[in-house]
C-alpha cells in the first residue's frame, strides 16, 4: 500500500467516462481541494484514491471495473463513484477490496466517504483554491453543465434510472458559474448536459436575475447571455425540436460557435420508435434543412446506433440513405450494446454481434466520404481558429468553429511563431485529410473578437 511521505493528504483522482462526469469530477476535486488536500492523477503516491466510473454500456463497466483493480493494485486504498457506484453490487463482485461505493450526483456522499478514510487536513488552503474551481481540461476551454438528470425513457439507455429525471440549475448559478471561468481565461465553454434543448423544462422555466437583468431558465436566453460574454460557446446533446431553429439564429448572427451536436441514433422509423427517441427521422432531416438555411456554416454532428434489436438490413438501408442526405458534417457510430438493466434487452430479434459491427463499420465507411467532402468545401476559406497544443514537430494544433475538443478534428498551422495555447488566430484552409484541416496563417496578429 503506498503512502505519501508529504504531511498533505494526498489524493489520487481517476475520471473515466463522458464531460458530463467530467464536470463531476471537478465538483469533487474542487472541494477537496478547498479543503487542502492535494490532488494527483496517480495512484502510488496518494493516500487514497478515488476512481469516478461511468456505466453507460458494457465496455465502459469493463474499464472502469479494470480501472478501480488497477488503483487497488497500485495504491490498495480506493473510493468508488459515479455512474457504476449506482450498482455496487457489481463493484463490489469484482473487487471486494474497495473501502466505500457512492453513486452518481452524490458529491456529498463522495466527500464524506474521503474524510473517513484520509481526514482532512487542520489548516484548510481555502485561499489556494482559484475561484474558478479545479479543472480537468486545458485553462483555456471548460465544459459547463446546465442540468442534470434526464426525462426521456430511450430503451437503451440507462442514465434516467442512474440520474433521475431533468434537474435544471438556476440560470444565475450558471451564468455566475460561467463569467468566473472567462475572468479565469477560459476562451472556449462548451454547454453539456443529458438533454440541453429541455433546459428549464423542470422548473417551469423559472425567471433568475444576472448583472440585475431578469433571464428565464431557457436555452435561447442561455445560449444569448453566454454569447455575451466574449468567448466560444459550444453546445452539445441537442435534440432536434423546432424550438432549436431560434438557437441556430443565434449562430448565424455570429454570437454562439456554428456547431450542433445533435444525437439522432437511428432513421428507420421503427426503429426510433422501438429505442423511443423523442424525434422522429422525417422531422430531423426537415430540421437539418432549415438549420442549414438559417445558418449555411453550421457544422452539425451527430451519433447513431447499429444494430439495435429488430434492425433489419432495410432498416439499416433507411439509415445509410438518410445519411446521404443529412450530409452530416462529423458522426460517431456505436455497435448496439446491451446494457444491464436498460429496457432494450427484453425485445425480441436481437441482431448477431458480428452483424453489429458490420453495420457499424459500412455506416462509417459511407460517412467517411462524406465528412471529407465536407472538410474539402472549407478549403480556401478564411476562419478563426482556437490553438490547443504547441508541437514542437507539426506546429500549431488548433480548432476550428466546427471542431469540439476530443471527438473532433484540428486545425494544423504550420507557422506557430510567437503563438501560445488559449490564442485566436485568423487562418486560411489550404488542405485536408479524412479528419484534420491544414491551414495557413491570414495574418500574423492574434485575434481578439473570437467568431
Ligand atoms: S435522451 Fe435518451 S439516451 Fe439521452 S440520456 Fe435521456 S434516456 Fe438516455
Not at 464536470?23 to 492535494?38: H, M
Not at 496517480?42 to 478515488?50: F, I, K, P, S
Not at 456547431?259 to 422525417?282: F, T, V
Not at 446506433?305 to 432498416?315: H, K, N, Q, R
Request: one cysteine or more.
Amino acid at each position: 500500500m503506498a503512502s505519501s511521505t508529504n504531511k498533505t493528504p494526498r489524493i489520487g483522482f481517476v475520471s473515466l467516462g463522458c464531460p458530463k462526469a467530467t464536470t463531476d469530477s471537478e465538483r469533487i476535486v474542487t472541494r477537496l481541494a478547498s479543503e487542502g488536500y492535494e490532488i494527483t492523477g496517480t495512484c502510488d503516491d496518494a493516500d487514497l484514491v478515488v476512481v469516478n466510473t461511468c456505466g453507460f454500456i458494457d465496455a465502459a463497466i469493463e474499464q472502469s471495473l479494470d480501472a478501480i483493480g488497477d488503483a487497488l493494485a497500485e495504491n490498495g486504498k480506493v473510493i468508488v463513484t459515479g455512474c457504476l457506484g449506482a450498482r455496487a453490487d457489481v463493484v463490489l463482485a469484482a473487487h471486494p477490496r474497495v473501502l466505500e461505493v457512492t453513486g452518481p450526483h452524490a458529491d456529498g456522499e463522495a466527500l464524506a466517504a474521503v474524510h473517513r478514510h484520509c481526514p482532512k487536513p487542520h489548516d484548510p488552503f481555502v485561499d489556494l483554491v482559484p475561484p474558478q474551481g479545479v479543472r480537468l481540461t486545458p485553462p483555456h476551454y471548460a465544459y459547463l453543465k446546465i442540468s442534470e438528470g434526464c426525462n426521456h425513457d430511450c430503451t437503451f439507455c440507462i442514465i434516467p434510472s442512474l440520474r433521475g429525471p431533468l434537474e435544471s440549475r438556476p440560470i444565475h448559478e450558471v451564468m455566475r458559474e460561467a463569467e468566473t471561468l472567462v475572468e479565469a481565461g477560459v476562451r472556449e465553454i462548451l454547454v453539456i448536459s443529458q438533454d440541453t434543448s429541455a433546459y428549464g423544462l423542470d422548473i417551469g422555466y423559472r425567471t433568475g436575475f444576472w448583472n440585475g437583468r431578469p433571464l428565464k431558465t431557457r436555452l435561447l436566453e442561455l445560449a444569448k447571455a453566454l454569447g455575451e460574454l466574449g468567448v466560444w460557446i459550444r453546445l452539445h446533446y441537442l435534440y432536434p425540436y423546432p424550438s432549436v431553429d431560434a438557437i441556430v439564429e443565434l449562430m448565424a448572427e455570429g454570437r454562439i460557435l456554428p456547431y450542433l451536436d445533435a444525437p439522432l441514433q437511428h432513421a428507420s422509423p421503427r426503429i426510433l420508435r422501438a429505442m423511443r427517441r423523442p424525434a422522429d427521422a422525417e422531422d430531423a432531416l426537415a430540421r437539418i434543412r432549415r438549420w442549414r438555411e438559417i445558418c449555411p456554416d453550421i457544422t452539425i454532428r451527430s451519433t447513431f446506433i447499429t444494430g439495435f434489436p429488430g434492425e433489419t438490413e432495410e432498416d439499416f438501408q433507411h439509415l445509410l440513405r438518410f445519411l446521404e442526405e443529412a450530409r452530416l458534417d462529423r458522426v460517431g457510430a456505436f455497435a448496439y450494446s446491451p446494457v444491464d438493466g436498460a429496457a432494450a434487452n427484453a425485445l425480441p430479434d436481437a441482431v448477431p454481434e458480428e452483424v453489429r459491427a458490420d453495420r457499424r463499420e459500412r455506416l462509417l465507411d459511407l460517412q467517411e466520404d462524406i465528412s471529407t467532402q465536407c472538410l474539402e468545401a472549407r478549403i480556401g476559406r478564411e476562419m478563426t481558429v482556437l490553438v490547443d497544443e504547441i508541437d514542437a514537430e507539426e506546429g500549431a494544433i488548433a480548432r476550428s468553429p466546427g471542431d469540439a475538443p476530443e471527438i473532433d478534428g484540428i486545425v494544423l498551422i504550420a507557422d506557430d511563431e510567437g503563438l501560445e495555447v488559449g490564442d485566436f488566430v485568423r487562418v486560411r484552409i489550404v488542405d485536408c485529410d479524412v479528419h484534420d484541416l491544414y491551414a495557413e496563417r491570414v495574418d500574423s496578429d492574434k485575434e481578439e473578437v473570437p467568431i
